[in-house]
């Protein structure tokens, strides 16, 4: 069975942090590339940041450059997100995901940030950032 579960969102105050994780089961996910999107109520979901297999290409939204950071663990079939500064607009729930690339053809992050080129995702996991 394949399954992405999500950990670490709650709730912070404004200017606090947080780290997200997420590990992947039923699929060699250290070699596919990883997406992390968020959710805001009454919104579309929205694209984050992206990293390739290897980790050596990754992509970040405008609006969490400078604040958020992508980054995986192939040994472990984890990627994570580590949130900084982190913004009342940030509150949303975030969702990792996986793209089926099995042979390697992503080599930049920056050409994968529709949602509709990940093909497995997780269940979500809410953050709360208080004003």
């Known amino acids: 069975q394949v399954q992405l579960v999500e950990s670490g969102g709650g709730l912070v105050q404004a200017g606090g942090s947080l780290r997200l994780s997420c590990v992947g089961s039923?699929?060699?996910?250290?070699?596919?590339?990883w997406g992390w999107f968020r959710q805001a109520p009454g919104k579309e979901r929205e694209f984050v940041a992206a990293?390739?297999?290897?980790?050596?290409?990754?992509y970040h939204a405008d609006s969490v450059k400078g604040r958020f950071t992508i980054s995986r663990d192939n040994a472990n079939n984890k990627v994570y997100l580590q949130m900084n500064s982190l913004k009342p607009e940030d509150t949303a729930v975030y969702y990792c995901?996986?793209?089926?690339?099995?042979?390697?053809?992503?080599?930049?992050?920056?050409?994968?940030?529709?949602?509709?080129?990940?093909?497995?995702w997780g269940q979500g996991t809410q953050v709360t950032v208080s004003s």
């Open positions: 039923g699929r060699a996910f250290s070699s596919l590339p």
């Open positions: 990293i390739t297999w290897t980790g050596g290409s990754t």
């Open positions: 995901a996986a793209k089926w690339d099995p042979i390697g053809r992503v080599y930049d992050a920056s050409s994968i940030t529709g949602a509709d080129e990940f093909d497995y």
